[in-house]
């Protein structure tokens, strides 16, 4: 796990590759190149993970000379690659060393053959060619820049920005109150672009032309197979996923929650280890529906692991939240983030590599909106009509999105009303301008998976999987953790048990009422009814509460103080009432009110 940084015709120096420091602090390093009439340099900080020698040091060339790459992930199958490379002389046991020769002997193309998380920059001099790649569900973030004929590419914004200056985007600002983040291909910054999870760009040295490619395959839905034999293969695939990715040179450890998803990874994480594995938990010292301490401890002591926790107050939480959200360079809508930099904080005392049980959810089903679908399918659509009337009278926040959208016909438009943050006409109010582009995200991935094909709820998860886990959820992930020169594994996206779980019958992932049921059959074998029946909580934080209190008075006066960045694109008196919703118990409006600090506190840094 690393952090990457490249450019071409665009020069910087280590100042500016120490930006990125803490996602690699064990070794550095810098190579130049010409090339067709460019200076390209390819820079890295690499956190050592697997093979801990130099001969695991980046940028890595080729002994011919003709190509390099800068890395940045794992790759939990590169062994079984290497089978594939009998006459390649190896240094050492990288699997970046692994992948370079790999795509010497076999191209570009094959890189749907790395089960992995990852992001990287390859530069073949043979075709003057410069491939800009990112995992298949977006795990690891890649940023670029391309004007003319110069291009930056960078795990991060923070040193794209020192080379170039670039404004805010609207239509991007619009889409981020539409959805609560910003899918890639773009950010809030115009020129600064994201690689989608699952594509690769390639750049032409000779033309400066980049052109978009994609490794992802359209989902089949396997309709023949029986509950009792899809039963035994997951249990085939969840169990190799987690010994796949236990490869490592260094200790592990578990982020463990209160729920069934972790406890599983913990499990197979203790059973496979060889020793007692270290597990950490985040809770919060206010009674709250989120405090998930009490069932940490109760799953830790079942299993066996040496578990640590820490618990946070909302003093904590407004005061680190400025913080967070300039690591995390992206405003999001998700209060999550503030137990995860505390849960990474504890971690970093002990070790540098964690599982987690991210990556659930998605493919088996596990949110409400999943639930929204089933009923449209067996509810007579009057129903969805007659709740849209009564949506004013709605407090409840998931029954109230519910009520706007599930009288849509059109799939991708009802989508994109489910996951709707605010409406459009408080967007519009907000910020005077439409949110159009979020429809076409959704519909990009939708045409790409061939979800005309499948059941709505079916397309539903598969989109998830690769936009708002990718951007939302996993952005945070990385950049929190690589703050801490930490790496977060994710095995639950494993390349084989998903492609597995998205093959799978919606009847056998979910059901009414039901979230996750092949999951909690499986588990069954393995967990107590009380770990594996929790009711859900979900990974949050209790902001519901907090801005009810003297927290959020002072979040309130922030932001609808006038002259600040954030009053010179926002209408404060729109702020004003959203504020005045939730304090008064009219509606829960806390995932809106911290989108709005978030884009505050982003301006404030980074405008």
């Not at 079942?302 to 967070?324: A, N």
């Not at 049980?357 to 509810?379: F, N, S, V």
């Not at 949050?540 to 003297?550: A, G, I, R």
């Amino acid at each position: 796990m690393c952090g990457i940084l490249a450019s071409v015709n665009h020069p910087f120096g280590n100042e500016t590759l120490n930006m990125i420091a803490h996602r690699g602090p064990d070794d550095y390093g810098i190579e130049n190149f010409d090339l067709a009439g460019n200076k390209i340099i390819f820079g890295h900080r690499r956190l050592s993970i697997i093979d801990l020698t130099s001969a695991g040091h980046q940028p890595m060339i080729s002994d011919c000379g003709n190509y390099s790459i800068i890395f940045n992930g794992e790759i939990y199958n590169h062994a079984d690659l290497r089978q594939k490379l009998p006459s390649v002389n190896f240094k050492g046991h990288s699997d970046t060393e692994t992948i370079l020769y790999y795509f010497i002997h076999f191209g570009i193309k094959s890189i749907g053959n790395l089960n992995g998380i990852f992001a990287f920059a390859f530069l073949d001099k043979i075709n003057q060619k410069i491939y800009l790649v990112r995992d298949r569900f977006g795990v690891k973030p890649l940023y670029y820049y391309h004007f003319g004929k110069s291009l930056i590419l960078s795990s991060e914004i923070r040193p794209i920005r020192q080379l170039v200056s670039t404004t805010i985007d609207k239509n991007s600002l619009a889409e981020l109150l539409r959805l609560r983040y910003n899918p890639s291909p773009h950010t809030l910054f115009k020129d600064i672009k994201k690689v989608r999870p699952g594509h690769y760009l390639e750049y032409d040295l000779q033309k400066g032309t980049l052109l978009e490619n994609t490794f992802i395959s359209p989902v089949i839905i396997n309709h023949q197979i029986s509950f009792r034999d899809a039963l035994q293969q997951y249990e085939f695939f969840f169990e190799n996923a987690i010994k796949r990715q236990l490869l490592a040179d260094v200790e592990i450890g578990v982020l463990l929650s209160g729920g069934i998803d972790s406890a599983l990874v913990t499990h197979y994480a203790q059973k496979y280890y060889g020793k007692k594995i270290k597990t950490f938990t985040v809770g919060f010292q206010e009674q709250s529906e989120a405090n998930e301490l009490i069932e940490a401890q109760k799953t830790a002591e079942f299993i066996g692991t040496d578990h640590y926790e820490v618990s946070i107050s909302s003093v904590q939480f407004s005061t680190i939240l400025r913080k967070c959200i300039s690591i995390i360079e992206e405003p999001l809508g998700t209060t999550s983030i503030i137990p995860m930099y505390f849960l990474n904080e504890l971690v970093k005392k002990h070790l540098k590599v964690v599982l987690t049980g991210q990556g659930a959810d998605e493919p088996l089903g596990g949110y409400p909106r999943y639930q929204g679908e089933l009923w449209r399918q067996h509810l007579p659509a009057f129903l969805f009509k007659a709740m849209k009337a009564l949506s004013h009278q709605i407090t409840n926040e998931k029954l109230y999105r519910a009520s706007n959208s599930l009288a849509e016909k059109e799939v991708v438009k009802r989508f994109d009303k489910i996951y709707a943050l605010f409406t459009t006409e408080e967007i519009n109010s907000l910020i005077g301008q439409s949110a159009n582009s979020s429809i076409e995200k959704i519909k990009y991935f939708y045409e790409l998976l061939e979800g005309y094909k499948q059941k709505p709820v079916e397309a539903m998860m598969s989109l998830d999987l690769r936009m708002n886990l990718a951007d939302d959820l996993l952005l945070y992930t990385d950049k929190v953790s690589m703050h801490y020169s930490i790496e977060t594994r994710v095995p639950l996206l494993d390349n084989e048990l998903v492609t597995f779980l998205e093959s799978l019958p919606y009847q056998y992932r979910l059901k009414i009422g039901q979230g996750k049921f092949i999951h909690k059959k499986f588990a069954e074998k393995i967990l107590p009814p009380s770990i594996v029946y929790r009711k859900k909580k979900g990974f949050s934080s209790p902001t519901d509460t907090w801005f009810k209190s003297n927290v959020g008075e002072k979040f309130y006066k922030m932001l609808t103080e006038p002259g600040s960045k954030f009053a010179g694109y926002f209408d404060i008196r729109t702020v004003d009432k959203i504020f005045k919703q939730h304090f008064q118990h009219k509606l829960n409006k806390e995932k809106q009110i911290f989108t709005l600090i978030s884009l505050y506190y982003w301006m404030e840094d980074y405008l």
